[in-house]
């Protein structure tokens, strides 16, 4: 039943997207037509997600239902809108999916290491696998800001060094291809091939890409979140794998959702 | 042929992409080591990874703390940098195989590292793609080309195929900072993506009256 509803979508959108590949890509048309939001797939992985999220899990046995993600344990209406943020009891800044890996540490008694194993955070996206259980409640807490205002941390001297650390990585060239983030992402109108790049430094722009994360990404067949993103473009940069919900990534993201404040969330998203 | 500075078409070049100015005035350079530091953290060492490509060069440096828009000075030092650093091939033949050429620049093959999707090592047999059109338009029968660079559609009709823009064709696509410091364009030979007689072959791509670019 799932299955059917889901690569029914799925069909429909690969056949809009490949019909269009030759129009003139228009990053506002693009995203218009991904935004059938009671077809999006996305849905049933939020709701897998909210299950898994309020399942006891863990050498401790329990749920997440007390995770703190800035608002109180277990207030989730609106916590995502407000992260990244800096939390005392980790002492450092944290997205949303970091956040989750700490309360799975911190509450569940799972091993950091065990969780951010570089082969197991991602559904592969070749071999079809399903979401992770992760990257679904990350859809999950998301899901329970959608409408509102972005509006991360930064006024901690923790959450400013975040943003200007991830600011300055945004510019750093590395790597054989001598890419940054900017070499992409800085200029008005660009694009990759016909993927139309978003432009960070324009509010427009960085607002829609930001307010529709979590994503559900029609040619991975699931539901992705910031850490995939930022792991995704450094993949395409050539660079090592960043490790997920690393300072880096959490720096890059504060920076871009900073760029992002004030766009409404509309999740889940959908993109190619 | 093989290393005549051809200043006056150089200079031309240069003022032409100040016209491109980058948007965004920064400078990161009091933040830089914290930079680093997090990045130093943030990459674990493991299967598949390659951690020197963290590690910049001065041009990557520099270019990355002034946000790429360097001093005059430094944007000096830059040129003569890549320049000193262009390789020719064996042969001294700038023009090489366009059909080659046109093979190289539409693949982008290569490179990707890391225990998810790394590009196949099985498949690595031609070697590294260019992958111009990722940034291009370049033949008029590849539509889905990408606009951070220029298009290079009739790049020979229009520039013609004189000695000097052999040599400056060459040099750009090897070390396309050599020419614009900061350039978003990778240093294709410089950085071993591909090979000096490759770049022949791109260059012959480009220029030759037979090329579908000139067509």
Not at chain 2, 44 to 70: F, I, Y
Request: proline share 4%.
């Amino acid at each position: 039943m799932k299955k059917s509803l889901l690569s029914l979508t799925v069909v429909a959108l690969s056949g809009l997207m490949t019909g269009n590949a030759f129009a003139e890509p228009s990053v506002d048309a693009y995203r218009a037509q991904l935004a059938d939001k009671d077809a999006n797939p996305g849905l049933i992985i939020i709701e897998e997600g909210g299950d898994y999220f309020k399942a006891k899990a863990g050498p401790k046995n329990v749920s997440l239902e007390k995770c703190d993600f800035g608002l109180g344990a277990g207030v989730l209406k609106g916590a995502y809108a407000q992260l990244p943020r800096y939390f005392k009891d980790t002492d450092r800044v944290e997205d949303l999916e970091s956040r989750l890996v700490s309360c799975m540490v911190n509450l569940q008694g799972f091993k950091r290491e065990e969780i951010i194993d570089r082969k197991k955070i991602f559904a592969n996206q070749r071999k079809k696998q399903e979401n992770t259980r992760l990257e679904a409640m990350a859809a999950y807490v998301a899901y329970q800001s959608d409408g509102m205002k972005i509006k991360p941390g930064s006024t901690h001297a923790k959450e400013k060094e975040a943003i200007a650390l991830g600011e300055g990585l945004f510019w750093r060239r590395h790597g054989t291809m001598d890419f940054s983030c900017a070499s992409c992402h800085s200029e008005d109108g660009k694009r990759v091939r016909l993927q139309p790049l978003v432009n960070a430094y324009n509010s427009h722009d960085i607002q829609a890409t930001m307010t529709t994360w979590p994503t559900y990404r029609v040619s991975h067949n699931v539901v992705r979140n910031n850490q995939h993103r930022m792991w995704d473009c450094n993949w395409q940069m050539r660079l090592p794998d960043i490790e997920y919900g690393s300072d880096a990534a959490v720096a890059l993201i504060a920076f871009l959702t900073k760029q992002a404040e004030g766009g409404t969330l509309n999740i889940p998203g959908m993109k190619r | 042929m093989m290393k005549p500075m051809i200043t006056s078409l150089t200079l031309t070049l240069t003022i032409m992409s100040a016209g491109t100015a980058f948007a965004v005035d920064k400078d990161f350079t009091q933040i830089n080591s914290k930079i680093d530091a997090m990045v130093a953290k943030s990459f674990p060492a493991g299967e598949g990874q390659d951690l020197s490509r963290l590690k910049q060069d001065e041009t990557q440096k520099k270019c990355s703390v002034r946000a790429n828009k360097p001093t005059a000075t430094e944007a000096a030092e830059i040129m003569a940098r890549e320049r000193a650093s262009i390789k020719y091939p064996e042969s001294g033949n700038l023009m090489g195989d366009w059909k080659k050429g046109e093979k190289l620049v539409k693949s982008g093959f290569g490179m990707r590292i890391g225990v998810i999707e790394p590009d196949p090592v099985a498949k690595q047999k031609g070697g590294n793609g260019g992958n111009c059109y990722a940034c291009h338009a370049i033949s008029p029968k590849e539509v889905a080309a990408g606009n951070i660079g220029n298009s290079l559609v009739g790049y020979g009709k229009t520039r013609g195929t004189s000695a000097e823009i052999i040599q400056y064709t060459y040099d750009k696509i090897y070390n396309a900072q050599a020419f614009m410091p900061c350039s978003n364009m990778p240093r294709f030979g410089h950085n071993g993506i591909i090979t000096a007689q490759q770049v022949a072959d791109i260059t012959a791509f480009l220029l030759s009256p037979e090329s579908p670019v000139n067509q």
